[in-house]
C-alpha cells in the first residue's frame, strides 16, 4: 500500500509497503537539475551530488562510505536535468542510519576547499571521458541543438569553464535555494512502516527550510543543427522534433507512437535499417518528456561509407509510421509499456522511484493500475496523430562523421 504525508515544513514522505521482502530502498528526490542552473555555474548540480559524499555531519567522507558499508547498505546519487536523487539500500533494520546520512548530506555537508579542488578534478576527468565518447556526446550536442541557449539544453556536466569557476559560496547558494522542503520528496520502498518513515523524516529534516525553489525557465524547441568530425571510426546521427510534456494530454499516444517507431527488435526502425538493409549497427528511438516539454528522438551508430543511406532510410520509416501504424504494432508497444512498468515495480527501487516520479507529475499517489488505463485507453487514431504533429514543426539534429545535412 502507498502512503503519503506532508510534513508541516512541505517535505513529501511517501512510502510503498512490499511484502516479503526484508530490505529498503529509501529516497530524497530535489527537483533540482541541471535546467535550473545559471550559465555561469553550469554542471553545479552535479557537483553538489558529489560533493556532499566528501564530509557530512561528523563523518569524513571514509567514514560515510564505511557507515553504509558495515551494514551492508549502499548509498549514491545521480543527477539529471530536472532532478537530483540520492539513495540507501539497506536491510530495513537500518533504515534509520540510512536517512541519517541522506538528511546529513543535505543539511550538513562540509564543503572544505581543498574537497572542491579535488573534486573539480575528477569532475573534468568524467567530462573528458565523455567528451572522447561518440555515443555519449551526441546527445549534448542533440540537446543543444532541440533547446540552443537555454538550460535545458547544456551539459548535465557542465564545461571546464562553469565548473572551473564554481566555488565554495556558489554550493552554499544551490543548496540553500533549492533545497527547501517543498521540492523534495522521500520516499521509501520495501519492509517499511510508514509511521515510522514519517517519524525519522520529521526528525531528520526538520532543519529544511519551507517554501519551494524557483522553477525552472520554460523550454523554448529551437530546432537547430550540431555537427563535428573528431577520429572515431563510425558516424552517428541523431535527430529530434518537439514532443509533448509529462501532462500534455497527447504523452501517452506519442510514447507509444515513439515505440512504435524504435523501441526493441520488432521496431520498425530496427527492422528496415538494421535487419533488412544491415545499415546500422545501433538504431532506436525515443520519447524524453519534462514538466513542461519533450523531445521525440532518434539515433542511429554506423560506419561512415552506409551513413547517407541510413539518415535517408530512417527519414522514411519515421515519415511513414505516422500515417501506415498498424492495429498490432500499437498492441504491441502497449504491452511492451505495460510489461516494462509491472516488472520495473517488482523491485524496491523501482517501487521508490515510480512513487518519486508519480509524485513530481501529478502531485499524487498514483496506482500503477491507474497508469496501464491510460495506456489501454490510446486509440490508433491517437497515436498517428501524435506522430503527425510532432514531425509536422521544426527539426533539431546532431551528427558525428558526417555532414549534418544529411542527418535524418
Known amino acids: 500500500m502507498m502512503k503519503l504525508t506532508i510534513l508541516d515544513n512541505g517535505l513529501k514522505v511517501a512510502s510503498r509497503t512490499m511484502d516479503g521482502l526484508e530490505t529498503v530502498a529509501v529516497g530524497l528526490f530535489a527537483e533540482a537539475g541541471s535546467r535550473h542552473e545559471p550559465a555561469r555555474v553550469n554542471g553545479i548540480a552535479h557537483l553538489f551530488e558529489h560533493m556532499v559524499f566528501k564530509g557530512a555531519g561528523d563523518r569524513s567522507a571514509r567514514e560515510i562510505s564505511e557507515a553504509i558499508e558495515d551494514v551492508g547498505g549502499d548509498l549514491n546519487a545521480c543527477t539529471d536535468r530536472d532532478q537530483t536523487s540520492f539513495t540507501a539500500s539497506l536491510i530495513a533494520e537500518h533504515l534509520p542510519l540510512g536517512i541519517e546520512l541522506i538528511s546529513d548530506m543535505i543539511l550538513r555537508p562540509r564543503f572544505a576547499a581543498d574537497d572542491l579542488a579535488r573534486e573539480k578534478e575528477v569532475v573534468l576527468q568524467e567530462l573528458a571521458e565523455a567528451q572522447g565518447t561518440p555515443s555519449d556526446i551526441i546527445f549534448d550536442d542533440l ?46 520502498a520495501g519492509k517499511v512502516e510508514h509511521e515510522a518513515l514519517v517519524g525519522l ?52 499516444p506519442a510514447r507509444l507512437f515513439s515505440d512504435i517507431v524504435g523501441s526493441g527488435a520488432s521496431s520498425r526502425l530496427f527492422q528496415a535499417v538494421r535487419e533488412d538493409r544491415g545499415l546500422a549497427y545501433s538504431v532506436w528511438s525515443s520519447l524524453q518528456p519534462y514538466d513542461d516539454a519533450g523531445l521525440f528522438y532518434f539515433y542511429a551508430a554506423t560506419a561512415r561509407r552506409e551513413a547517407a543511406a541510413a539518415a535517408a532510410l530512417i527519414a522514411e520509416v519515421v515519415a511513414d509510421a505516422a500515417a501506415t501504424a498498424t492495429p498490432r504494432e500499437l498492441d504491441r508497444a502497449r504491452a511492451q509499456a505495460k510489461a516494462g512498468l509491472l516488472m520495473s515495480l517488482e523491485s524496491s527501487w523501482g517501487q521508490a522511484s515510480y512513487v518519486a516520479r508519480q509524485l ?49
Open 143 to 188: 540537446w543543444l541543438a532541440a533547446w540552443p541557449d537555454q538550460p535545458l539544453g547544456r551539459s548535465i556536466l557542465g564545461d571546464e569553464d562553469s565548473v572551473g569557476g564554481i566555488a565554495v559560496e556558489d554550493l552554499h547558494g544551490w543548496r540553500s535555494e533549492h533545497y527547501r522542503a517543498g521540492s523534495l520528496t522521500l520516499v521509501a
Open 360 to 408: 513530481s507529475i501529478k502531485g499524487r499517489l498514483v496506482e500503477p493500475a491507474e497508469v496501464v488505463a491510460e495506456l489501454e485507453a490510446v486509440t490508433l487514431e491517437q497515436v498517428r496523430a501524435a506522430g503527425a504533429k510532432m514531425l509536422a514543426g521544426p527539426k533539431a539534429s546532431a551528427t558525428i562523421g558526417m555532414p549534418a545535412v544529411r542527418a535524418a
Open 201 to 252: 523524516a520529521a526528525a531528520r529534516f526538520a532543519g529544511l527550510p519551507a517554501g519551494k525553489a524557483r522553477p525552472a525557465e520554460p523550454a523554448r524547441f529551437g530546432g537547430g543543427i550540431r555537427t563535428s568530425s573528431p577520429r572515431a571510426g563510425q558516424a552517428h546521427l541523431a535527430a529530434a522534433y518537439a514532443g509533448p510534456g509529462i501532462h500534455d494530454a497527447d504523452y501517452y
